[in-house]
């Protein structure tokens, strides 16, 4: 099993920042292409970001991009998502989510074997 906690949520304002934090234990974490959803209230989950096994792809969804940065430390089994100018539509419960290395459609989160238990992230208008 890996697990994942992740840290970071709150509220903040409207064009404010937040970074997101997921420390991942159990496995090796290097063994994983690590993504960040979000669920707001009556929504479906969306994928928000996410980053190959070594960092070197990154991907995005287009209502994040440029605004959003997924990173990750293999040596520290951490995987990070910096949120600039924060709208009130990012308003949602964001997880971190782990899927083995080979799966290329990083998009899709029923390829996600774990998950955390989520961080509330509110953007106040």
């Known amino acids: 099993q890996l697990q994942l906690v992740e840290s970071g949520g709150g509220l903040v304002q409207a064009g404010g920042s937040l970074r997101l934090s997921c420390a991942a234990s159990g496995r090796t974490f290097s063994d994983y292409a690590m993504g960040w959803f979000r669920q707001a209230p009556g929504k479906e989950r969306e994928f928000v970001a996410g980053?190959?096994?070594?960092?070197?792809?990154?991907y995005y969804a287009d209502s994040v991009k440029g605004r959003f940065t997924i990173s990750r430390d293999n040596a520290k089994n951490t995987v990070s998502l910096q949120m600039n100018s924060l709208k009130p539509e990012d308003t949602a419960v964001y997880y971190c989510a782990a899927t083995p290395m080979s799966n290329v459609s990083i998009r899709l989160a029923t390829l996600y074997a774990y998950w955390g238990q989520g961080t509330q992230v509110t953007v106040s208008s």
């Open positions: 980053i190959k096994w070594n960092g070197g792809t990154t």
